[in-house]
C-alpha cells in the first residue's frame, strides 16, 4: 500500500497502562512525523523528527513521548492516558529538510481507544 | 501564519455527476498546496499537488486542481465522480519553516458522499 507501516492497527489501554507505538518507513526519508487525528477535529501535528532530531513538540502533554532512533523508525510511548486521547494515531515521513514542496507520505495509523 | 479553509464538511454527488470540494488558504509566503485522501479506516493518500509550475494540476482518479492566486483557492475537482471516490478529502498548505523543516496546516475535510 504504501512505504510506511504502523503497529498496532489497533490497541486499546487502560488509563494506568503503558503502551508504545511504530511506526517504520521504507522511503529512505529524512523526516518523519506523528499526528492525532480526532472526530471533527483537523489533523494535529505532534511531533517532527528530522534526521532523527526532534524539531518540533506541538505542545504535546508529557503523557506522549516520541522516540527515534533511526531515520527509519519512530515510536511514539503512552503512559497514563486520558479517554480524550482516544484518536487514530498517523505517523507520516517526507524527504526532509526546509522545501515546502515534500510530500508527506502517511501510515494507515493506529486505532487508539483509552478505556 | 497560514491557514487553509474547506468550506464544506460534507458534499453529496449522485455518480457520474460532477465532483466540486471548495478550499481557501492563506499564507505569508509562495505556498505549496496538496489533496490528500482518506478512505475508512485507512491513511491519508496524496491526490495532487502544486509547487508554482502550472496552475491546473491533475493528480490520480482523475482529480484535478487549479491554483488561483487571485483568489487564493485550490478547489478540487473531477467531472463525473465513481462510487470508490467516497471518502474524505484534506487541502492541506505548506511552507518552508525557518526552524528547517516543512510547516504543514491541514484542513478539516470534507466528506464526500457519492450517490448510486
Known amino acids: 500500500e504504501t512505504g510506511v507501516t504502523q503497529t498496532p492497527r489497533h490497541l486499546v489501554m487502560g488509563m494506568t497502562n503503558k503502551k508504545s507505538l511504530k511506526c517504520e518507513q521504507h522511503?529512505?526519508?529524512?523526516?518523519m512525523y506523528w499526528y492525532k487525528q480526532s472526530a471533527k477535529k483537523p489533523l494535529e501535528l505532534m511531533f517532527v523528527?528530522?534526521?532523527?532530531?526532534?524539531?518540533e513538540n506541538n505542545s504535546v502533554p508529557s503523557r506522549f513521548s516520541p522516540e527515534c532512533p533511526n531515520s527509519s523508525h519512530l515510536f511514539l510511548h503512552l503512559h497514563t492516558l486520558q479517554p480524550e486521547d482516544s484518536a487514530l494515531y498517523l505517523c507520516a515521513s517526507s524527504q526532509g529538510g526546509r522545501v515546502s514542496t515534500d510530500t508527506q507520505y502517511f501510515g494507515p495509523g493506529t486505532r487508539l481507544t483509552v478505556l | 501564519a497560514q491557514s487553509v479553509t474547506q468550506l464544506d464538511s460534507h458534499v453529496s454527488v449522485s455518480e457520474g455527476t460532477p465532483v466540486l470540494l471548495r478550499c481557501n488558504y492563506s499564507?505569508?509566503?509562495?505556498?505549496?498546496l496538496f489533496w490528500y485522501v482518506q478512505h475508512p479506516n485507512k491513511g491519508l493518500q496524496l491526490l495532487l499537488k502544486y509547487t508554482s509550475a502550472a496552475t491546473l494540476v491533475k493528480g490520480i482518479n482523475g482529480f484535478e486542481a487549479e491554483f488561483k492566486k487571485s483568489e487564493t483557492s485550490f478547489h478540487l475537482t473531477k467531472p463525473s465522480a465513481h462510487m470508490s471516490d467516497a471518502a474524505e478529502y484534506f487541502c492541506v498548505v505548506s511552507d518552508a519553516n525557518s526552524g528547517g523543516y516543512q510547516k504543514v496546516t491541514f484542513g478539516t475535510g470534507t466528506k464526500l458522499q457519492v450517490i448510486p
Open positions: 523528527y528530522s534526521l532523527e532530531e526532534r524539531v
Open positions: 499564507s505569508s509566503y509562495s505556498p505549496s
Open positions: 522511503l529512505g526519508h529524512n523526516a
